[in-house]
């Protein structure tokens, strides 16, 4: 099967044609901002081996994240959850479709990502920890080697507990 990718122009005249339209990212990125008639159906759900209802053979789905990498490598996984429906990846994602100035549900009350929230802690804990390092005991860089050491972990695991910390956060909660 081939799958090819289509400009937000070609996607959004095979949307009025009845198309699907799939985000695959997170639930938490899907609620702060996504495409209005899209559905979501996440990365991680279809490796745990969930799908969209069934598809006519006929029927075409578009697939899309926040810039089109997570599409683009994981197109044969996308295209099994599918099958046997058309599926087109939708070039540049979401960045792509507000590139061209489509419209989007955009929800700025919704929390930051988890993932994103990860990066600024990590970033302003291994910053706080150096500059506290220079400048009140050496003992603090030991606060940047520890989140070091838990950012390589999550990378080498898959398990972040920093995410899942984060995740159980008032703020988080919805």
Known sequence: M?????????AKTLLAQGAAL????????????NIAEAHLLSLSAIEKG?????FDPFDTVIFYCQ????TTQNA?????????AKVLLLEGGLNGWK??????????????????QVQIVAGLLILLGTVLGFGVHQGFFLLSGFVGAGLLFAGISG???????LAVMPWNRR
């Open 22 to 33: 799939i985000d695959i990212r997170e639930a938490d990125e899907h609620a702060r901002e």
């Open 2 to 10: 081939t799958i090819s990718t289509i400009s937000p122009a070609e």
């Open 159 to 165: 398990f972040c507990g920093m995410a899942r910390l």
């Open 99 to 116: 590139k061209i100035g489509q419209q989007i549900k955009a929800d700025k009350s919704a929390p930051l990502p988890i993932m994103r």
């Open 76 to 84: 044969q996984k996308l295209a099994d959850a599918v099958a046997p």
């Open 50 to 54: 969930e799908r969209l209802g069934p």
């Open 67 to 70: 810039s089109g990498n997570r």
